[in-house]
């Protein structure tokens, strides 16, 4: 599909996205559509908000949406899908999707959703992600200990027993996070999902075609236990780990002695590291192994911002088909705060070396997957599961918590 010339824009006036970007990232999506601009003529107007999630149903509703609307998760862009507010893609958009994306079938599924009329279409593409699946560690404690980073989750667990017979301490885990209190342990159990059982039954977990209880995710919730629930693995003790601050948790890499080795969290997390701290320096990561025992590939789970036609045009399908391209991707490459699963971009462009070191994750993936959580009901994703996670590292059965949960699911329906 060839960019559109500047008829379009001269006689309908300024093509307009809605988004959830303020500050730094607004300025760098800005960067962006100004290149759009600049390749096709169309004039674009771009309005960010921290209230996207209301005023975008308001809007959607009255008929007056934006041309395009940028969603913070694939949920709510398949509930406007469901109800009729969005246009399908080109057509050629998902083969362009599977041929350029690492993983791209992965987000082939992540942007197709069910239309009004219940037949699926391509509806979002992907266009800024961001990547969970990451353990943080200082290379000096690293360094002095002999320790190597581990390829594979067997590996990972050696490791872990090797510093425990060492006299050190392999984790600092802190699930508090004030309402929010619980979330940490979510993202580990959706990485253990993915690295015990097949994409396809991740999917019917979150969707809860699959329910809670099904032996497959009492045993991932096992598997998050197996590193929070054991005294000698956790700083402070399994004890401390729902009372710590997930902000103030990966501290204790920096601590003189360390307080451990090693902190499981997202990209973001270097934000909260101490002032001063100079990733790749002070703090590196790796990405949070598979079982080489499993054969289940390279999972990554991660999030990402989902870009739709939420008011059809010809400049709306010609805004698609721009951040396809290498140079929509490289400019935010070069403003910082992104990542891409577009294989034809020239790397060296990222702002700095950890964060391209961050893309080669994503790179890697041989499947991706969304937070399981955001795709959830709230009431479970943002409410019961993170309450579940917190009673099951105080000590419950997780079969018990993995019922609690799911009935509160039922009682959503």
């Given at each position: 599909?060839?960019?559109?010339?500047?008829?379009?824009?001269?006689?309908?006036?300024?093509?307009?996205?809605?988004?959830?970007?303020?500050?730094?990232?607004?300025?760098?999506?800005?960067?962006?559509?100004?290149?759009?601009?600049?390749?096709?003529?169309?004039?674009?107007?771009?309005?960010?908000?921290?209230?996207?999630?209301?005023?975008?149903?308001?809007?959607?509703?009255?008929?007056?949406?934006?041309?395009?609307?940028?969603?913070?998760?694939?949920?709510?862009?398949?509930?406007?899908?469901?109800?009729?507010?969005?246009?399908?893609?080109?057509?050629?958009?998902?083969?362009?999707?599977?041929?350029?994306?690492?993983?791209?079938?992965?987000?082939?599924?992540?942007?197709?959703?069910?239309?009004?009329?219940?037949?699926?279409?391509?509806?979002?593409?992907?266009?800024?992600?961001?990547?969970?699946?990451?353990?943080?560690?200082?290379?000096?404690?690293?360094?002095?200990?002999?320790?190597?980073?581990?390829?594979?989750?067997?590996?990972?667990?050696?490791?872990?027993?090797?510093?425990?017979?060492?006299?050190?301490?392999?984790?600092?885990?802190?699930?508090?996070?004030?309402?929010?209190?619980?979330?940490?342990?979510?993202d580990w159990v959706e990485d253990m999902m993915l690295r015990t059982q097949a994409p396809d039954v991740y999917d019917r977990w979150v969707s809860n075609e699959m329910p809670f209880t099904d032996p497959a995710v009492v045993a991932a919730i096992e598997e998050f236990g197996a590193f929070a629930r054991v005294d000698d693995y956790v700083a402070g003790g399994a004890g401390a780990v729902a009372t710590t601050d997930f902000r103030d948790s990966p501290k204790g890499l920096f601590s003189s002695p360390a307080q451990c080795y090693m902190h499981k969290q997202a990209s973001f997390i270097p934000a909260f590291f101490p002032e001063g701290t100079v990733v790749g320096e002070d703090a590196d990561f790796f990405y949070f192994p598979a079982y080489a025992s499993k054969d289940l590939g390279s999972p990554v789970l991660g999030a990402g911002t989902v870009w739709t036609i939420t008011n059809d045009s010809e400049a709306a399908h010609d805004l698609i088909t721009y951040i396809q391209t290498t140079e929509a991707n490289e400019i935010w490459m070069a403003k910082g705060g992104f990542l891409t699963p577009h294989k034809g971009v020239d790397t060296s462009k990222f702002v700095d070396a950890a964060t391209k070191k961050m893309n080669d994750v994503l790179l890697a993936a041989t499947t991706f997957r969304f937070d399981g959580s955001d795709l959830m009901p709230g009431g479970v994703g943002a409410g019961s599961f993170w309450t579940g996670m917190v009673d099951y590292t105080g000590g419950k059965d997780a079969a018990e918590v993995a019922q609690a949960i799911q009935d509160s699911w039922d009682a959503l329906k």
């Open positions: 599909m060839a960019l559109g010339t500047t008829a379009f824009a001269d006689s309908h006036g300024p093509l307009t996205v809605f988004g959830t970007w303020l500050g730094p990232d607004q300025e760098a999506v800005e960067a962006v559509l100004a290149g759009f601009t600049a390749a096709t003529g169309h004039e674009v107007s771009y309005v960010g908000s921290d209230s996207f999630e209301q005023q975008i149903r308001i809007d959607a509703e009255a008929g007056s949406a934006p041309n395009i609307a940028v969603f913070p998760q694939p949920g709510l862009a398949a509930d406007f899908a469901s109800g009729g507010f969005l246009t399908p893609l080109a057509d050629g958009t998902s083969d362009w999707i599977r041929e350029n994306y690492a993983a791209g079938q992965s987000w082939v599924d992540l942007g197709t959703y069910a239309g009004k009329d219940g037949a699926d279409s391509l509806y979002g593409f992907f266009f800024k992600a961001d990547v969970k699946s990451l353990v943080w560690y200082s290379p000096e404690n690293f360094e002095d200990s002999d320790y190597d980073i581990p390829e594979t989750m067997e590996e990972l667990k050696a490791l872990t027993d090797q510093i425990v017979a060492d006299g050190g301490t392999p984790w600092c885990i802190g699930l508090g996070s004030g309402a929010a209190t619980g979330w940490p342990a979510t």
